[in-house]
């Protein structure tokens, strides 16, 4: 079992920034995947960004530019740096964990980006 649990969330105006972490404890092994999705109010959740224990990256399109991923192994914990935030980003952003074809999620965070 692993569990993941999210901070970092909360209220922000368009333009601005805020720094998601994630930490990751139990049946954590060195390879694995680490990443964010998140689901807007009344859509499906979609995926937002992943990083693996190698450390390569890769982004929705919808963020790239703007979202930075990264993971810091010593302290299991994975990290979502969102700039220039607008109000499409809005939504409850979920961490998950990947390895061995077992998915693992956190609870979620909410991130509210105002006009």
């Known amino acids: 079992q692993v569990q993941l649990v999210e901070s970092g969330g909360g209220l922000v105006q368009a333009g601005g920034s805020l720094r998601l972490s994630c930490v990751a404890s139990?049946?954590?092994?060195?390879?694995?995947?680490l990443g964010w999705y998140r689901q807007a109010p009344g859509k499906q959740r979609e995926w937002t960004a992943t990083v693996t224990s190698g450390g390569s990256t890769s982004y929705a399109d919808s963020v790239k530019g703007r979202f930075t991923i990264s993971r810091d192994n010593a302290k299991n914990t994975v990290y979502l740096q969102m700039n220039s935030l607008n109000p499409e980003d809005t939504a409850v952003y979920y961490c998950?964990?990947?390895?061995?074809?077992?998915?693992?999620w956190g609870k979620g965070t909410l991130v509210t980006v105002s006009s």
């Open positions: 139990g049946s954590i092994f060195s390879i694995n995947v």
């Open positions: 998950y964990h990947l390895m061995g074809g077992i998915i693992y």
